[in-house]
């Protein structure tokens, strides 16, 4: 029989728990708007934590070692990262004027491949409803007038754009500082206070450091590889601005299996229907045998390997977490996608064995 003296201790841990609830809830909605400052900053510090490791063994101090260690991330990944956006921005702005002009017109590239198309595609496109060139010109041009309008919106805000890009690079850098110089105390608090089996902590830390690291090293060396081999196949073809496509590549090579050839497949296309056909035929060969060797290879190597996530896993959870939340998604999601089939393959095997019988 429960008396007035059980109610009281019961009446405060449930008053307890909600606490925690709320201002866990709170914390989080405050730190939200510093999302991706706070997810760098853990993910730059996991990918480059044996680097300070090293540094620390040497120097014996942490935090002269947590600064050099930042350094060396901004000789080796920000200022090539800077380079690459500044003649990035110089040849997306040369590309838009030849827009503006009319020197650069889509909607003449268009004619001239629907004019070299043989007569059995054409009554593939008439099938599909794509046989209207004046139709397909003219919803051509209209997405073009409303890309130029989104570009100026954004040319407007890019002042403030640029101020809280630069807030938030500051704010990771600050926060990577305490990461690599207190990781390991502060990773110690959060497996103190996470009320679970320690052979659970165990386990979804190392995987969350595990999916973390495969996915930061993994897509970024594969989209950058990707993009660079797909830059250099436009300059050696003479294509405009090979800067700024193969930075559209190395973005879209994030998506695996699709990812880089939804540039350089119709630009082949063009070439080959235009009369270019050594170009074209080459940029094909080029992209699937060499840049999609790498996505093919490179991208179950270092990301699914270790995450021993499936590559349609991979895919699927690296689109959805981009649809959800941006660019940071390609990390975000994976790890969602890894985090849940560990909790389950621990649900599992407390089905088969439990508690009890361990």
Same mark, same amino acid.
């Given at each position: 029989?429960?008396?007035?003296?059980?109610?009281?201790?019961?009446?405060?841990?449930?008053?307890?728990?909600?606490?925690?609830?709320?201002?866990?809830?709170?914390?989080?909605?405050?730190?939200?708007?510093?999302?991706?400052?706070?997810?760098?900053?853990?993910?730059?510090?996991?990918?480059?934590?044996?680097?300070?490791?090293? =540094? &620390?063994?040497?120097?014996? %101090?942490? #935090?002269?070692?947590?600064?050099?260690? !930042?350094?060396?991330? *901004?000789? +080796?990944?920000?200022?090539?990262?800077?380079?690459?956006?500044?003649?990035?921005?110089?040849?997306?702005?040369?590309?838009?004027?030849?827009?503006?002009?009319?020197?650069?017109?889509?909607?003449?590239?268009?004619?001239?491949?629907?004019?070299?198309?043989?007569?059995?595609?054409?009554?593939?496109?008439?099938?599909?409803?794509?046989?209207?060139?004046?139709?397909?010109?003219?919803?051509?041009?209209?997405?073009?007038?409303?890309?130029?309008?989104?570009?100026?919106?954004?040319?407007?805000?890019?002042?403030?754009?640029?101020?809280?890009?630069?807030?938030?690079?500051?704010?990771?850098?600050? =926060? &990577?500082?305490?990461?690599? %110089?207190? #990781?390991?105390?502060?990773?110690?608090? !959060?497996?103190?206070? *996470?009320? +679970?089996?320690?052979?659970?902590?165990?386990?979804?830390?190392?995987?969350?450091?595990?999916?973390?690291?495969?996915?930061?090293?993994?897509?970024?060396?594969?989209?950058?590889?990707?993009?660079?081999?797909?830059?250099?196949?436009?300059?050696?073809?003479?294509?405009?601005?090979?800067?700024?496509?193969?930075?559209?590549?190395?973005?879209?090579?994030?998506?695996?299996?699709?990812?880089?050839?939804?540039?350089?497949?119709?630009?082949?296309?063009?070439?080959?229907?235009?009369?270019?056909?050594?170009?074209?035929?080459?940029?094909?060969?080029?992209?699937?045998?060499?840049?999609?060797?790498?996505?093919?290879?490179?991208?179950?190597?270092?990301?699914?390997?270790?995450?021993?996530?499936?590559?349609?896993?991979?895919? +699927?959870?690296?689109?959805?977490?981009?649809?959800?939340?941006?660019?940071?998604?390609?990390?975000?999601?994976?790890?969602?996608?890894?985090?849940?089939?560990?909790?389950?393959?621990?649900?599992?095997?407390?089905?088969?064995?439990?508690?009890?019988?361990?």
């Amino acid at each position: 029989m429960s008396g007035p003296g059980k109610l009281v201790p019961a009446l405060q841990n449930r008053s307890f728990l909600c606490l925690l609830a709320l201002v866990t809830v709170a914390f989080g909605w405050i730190l939200w708007p510093m999302l991706s400052a706070l997810l760098w900053g853990v993910a730059l510090a996991i990918v480059f934590q044996p680097l300070y490791r090293r =540094l &620390l063994r040497k120097t014996r %101090r942490p #935090g002269l070692s947590s600064g050099v260690t !930042i350094l060396v991330i *901004l000789l +080796l990944v920000v200022l090539p990262l800077t380079y690459v956006m500044g003649a990035l921005v110089r040849e997306a702005t040369v590309v838009f004027e030849m827009v503006k002009s009319g020197q650069f017109n889509f909607n003449t590239y268009v004619a001239q491949v629907y004019a070299a198309l043989p007569s059995w595609l054409l009554d593939v496109l008439e099938r599909l409803g794509l046989h209207d060139l004046a139709n397909l010109q003219e919803k051509l041009g209209s997405a073009l007038n409303q890309g130029s309008q989104f570009m100026a919106t954004k040319a407007l805000g890019f002042g403030q754009d640029t101020f809280d890009f630069l807030v938030s690079f500051f704010v990771m850098l600050y =926060l &990577l500082y305490f990461l690599l %110089r207190d #990781g390991e105390h502060l990773s110690a608090r !959060i497996r103190d206070a *996470l009320p +679970l089996q320690d052979s659970y902590k165990r386990q979804l830390g190392e995987k969350f450091r595990t999916v973390i690291r495969a996915t930061v090293k993994g897509n970024i060396a594969v989209a950058a590889l990707q993009g660079a081999l797909g830059g250099f196949a436009f300059w050696a073809l003479g294509i405009h601005a090979p800067v700024l496509w193969a930075v559209l590549m190395a973005f879209l090579s994030l998506l695996p299996a699709v990812g880089a050839a939804l540039v350089w497949a119709p630009v082949a296309i063009y070439l080959l229907a235009t009369g270019h056909i050594a170009s074209g035929v080459g940029l094909l060969l080029f992209g699937t045998i060499v840049i999609g060797l790498v996505d093919n290879l490179l991208r179950p190597l270092l990301v699914g390997k270790d995450t021993k996530m499936p590559d349609y896993v991979v895919l +699927l959870s690296t689109l959805g977490g981009m649809a959800v939340f941006g660019i940071n998604g390609f990390v975000i999601g994976p790890l969602i996608a890894a985090m849940f089939i560990a909790v389950w393959d621990i649900v599992a095997a407390e089905r088969r064995y439990p508690v009890g019988d361990h």
